[in-house]
């Protein structure tokens, strides 16, 4: 149940933080991606060292230490996580959650994130039954925060009684068990929501053109507008999908009512795409993805210093060809914006990334192309041109693409 899940891991000054250590090396052996949040407190037990050598990802403490130019880490963490979770959980991090309070990185991000959050409590028996921690506590399970409560027995100061943080493997079943109810209640809405041609199919549609920084306020980027990908991504909703949307940078807000991942880079988008593409049962790669980005992205603004500039760029990771190599039995469809020669680059690009369909247009054609609220496509096959459509609404674009791609899929059982 945690195999590929993002789990945010909260780390607060106690004692117990001691137990992070193994509560991170369970969870990844789980096949969970976590990322750990420290307060300045909790480096007094244990160290980010211990804890990134664990995860193999960079541990936070700072909110102002931005070590990449692209996201605020704060947000980062926030929006892709499945699951914040605080272990342990002091006395001053309950207080903080119950009243709204962020000054540090994982109060920011507790505030930022709309994901599950969950919390291990672990304190002095005297503190865990104060007046004040336990309505703080009740506040927190009223907005829907998971309760993990301590266990009974001695405590490091001394005393014996209620306090202990729970051990890592309860924990970490208490975790799966959350997963498990999570999943049996999307089978039930699954089960009762409306028939479509693409109910119970998990549709990943990427859309937007990626940004490629050269330093902290140029960048490389190309005219996508994401209509086209969003337009998809609402279609294939409403034909009954569970959707994933991985949005680089685009001209209008995300369809409302669907899961959005923002990405910014084509790294970025190549590492979400990979996350869900083995659950995945459609792709569709309708974002603008660079081909190239700089060597090495500078660190603070570059100054003018001559007439001329030479920018050295390396080529990005082919996001789509990497599907088409690993794919299985997903249904890839890819996308082909072109100036001239529009069938034969299709082609060529269909057969060389292994796609079930590309979708081509030429947008150098009047209401084409990147930007507008229409298009004129020609989707293609390794037999040639499947479907010609005319120039009509992006969003009916998206309906007659998905609906090939419904009827092309395998049928279940064969």
């Known amino acids: ?70 996201v605020v880490s704060h947000i980062h963490l926030a929006d892709m996580a499945d699951l914040v979770l605080v272990a342990p959980a002091t006395a001053n991090i309950i207080a903080k959650m119950a009243h709204g309070l962020a000054d540090d990185m994982l109060t920011t991000t507790l505030l930022a994130t709309t994901a599950p959050v969950m919390i291990s409590p672990a304190m002095n028996v005297h503190m865990y039954t104060h007046p004040a921690v336990v309505t703080n506590m009740e506040t927190l399970v009223s907005r829907g925060v998971g309760m993990i409560e301590p266990g009974e027995g001695l405590l490091a100061c001394g005393y014996v009684g209620k306090g202990r943080m729970e051990e890592p493997e309860t924990i970490i079943e208490v975790v799966e068990r959350f997963f498990q109810q999570q999943e049996a209640e999307r089978a039930l809405d699954m089960e009762a929501a409306p028939v479509g041609p693409l109910a119970g199919k998990k549709v990943v549609v990427t859309a937007g053109g990626t940004i490629e920084r050269i330093d902290p306020v140029r960048y490389i980027t190309n005219d996508s507008s994401g209509k086209m990908g969003f337009a998809i991504a609402k279609a294939a909703k409403e034909m009954g999908a569970d959707v994933h949307l991985i949005a680089a940078h685009t001209d209008m807000a995300p369809p409302e009512g669907i899961r959005t991942e ?52 390396v080529k990005t990771t082919d996001i789509l060809e990497t599907l088409g190599k690993r794919k299985t039995s997903q249904f890839l469809i890819g996308f082909a914006a072109e100036t001239d020669q529009v069938e034969a680059y299709a082609t060529d690009k269909l057969r060389r990334k292994n796609c079930d369909l590309i979708v081509a247009n030429d947008v150098t054609k009047a209401g084409a192309g990147f930007g507008t609220d229409t298009n004129t496509v020609q989707i293609f096959d390794a037999g040639g041109l499947v479907l010609e459509l005319p120039l009509m609404t992006k969003e009916d674009v998206a309906r007659r693409l998905l609906t090939l791609a419904a009827e092309r899929m395998p049928k279940e059982g064969i």
């Open 262 to 313: 923002k990405v910014e880079s084509a790294q970025d988008m190549h590492d979400a795409v990979m996350r869900v593409f083995d659950d995945s049962d459609i792709v569709v790669k309708a974002a603008a993805v660079a081909d190239y980005r700089p060597v090495k992205a500078a660190a603070s603004k570059l100054k003018k210093l001559g007439e001329t500039m030479t920018l050295e760029l």
């Open 1 to 70: 149940m945690l195999n590929g899940k993002v789990i945010v891991l909260g780390v607060t000054g106690g004692i117990a933080a001691y137990k992070a250590a193994a509560l991170c090396s369970k969870l990844t052996q789980k096949g969970a991606d976590v990322h750990v949040i420290m307060t300045a407190s909790a480096k007094q037990f244990i160290t980010e060292l211990t804890l990134q050598s664990l995860t193999k990802n960079p541990v936070y403490s700072d909110t102002f230490d931005e070590r990449e130019p692209s």
